[in-house]
């Protein structure tokens, strides 16, 4: 069974910064790569970030560049987002998900069809 556990939201002011592991299970780590998405309160679920281990890239929106960073632990099938200088517009339930290699370079199209139950993240101005 596919399972995501998505953790280490919270309630964090402007500027502050969180990192959010994803733990995975119950399929190949490796043989797919790692998208973060989110949904905002009244808006539609949408890409984030991705890392993919077949070579290694990893991509990011342009609202997060240079502020967010994914990173992988593949002995602990394990995704990270580490989130900097958070702004109130990254309020949202964060989510991740595995998808196929060849999507994670487009952010605005990648999806999946296994999903956790998210972790909420709130930035206060």
């Known amino acids: 069974e596919v399972q995501l556990v998505e953790s280490g939201g919270g309630l964090v002011q402007a500027g502050g910064s969180l990192r959010l592991p994803c733990a995975a299970s119950g399929f190949t780590f490796e043989s797919y790569a790692i998208g973060w998405f989110r949904r905002a309160p009244g808006k539609k679920r949408e890409g984030v970030s991705c890392i993919s281990s077949s070579d290694g890239g990893t991509y990011y929106r342009d609202s997060v560049k240079g502020r967010f960073t994914i990173s992988s632990d593949n002995a602990k099938n394990t995704v990270y987002l580490q989130m900097n200088n958070l702004k109130p517009e990254d309020t949202a339930v964060y989510y991740c998900?595995?998808?196929?290699?060849?999507?994670?370079?487009?952010?605005?199209?990648?999806?999946?069809?296994?999903w956790g139950q998210g972790t909420q993240v709130n930035v206060s101005s």
């Open positions: 998900a595995p998808i196929p290699h060849s999507g994670c370079p487009f952010i605005a199209t990648m999806e999946s069809d296994y």
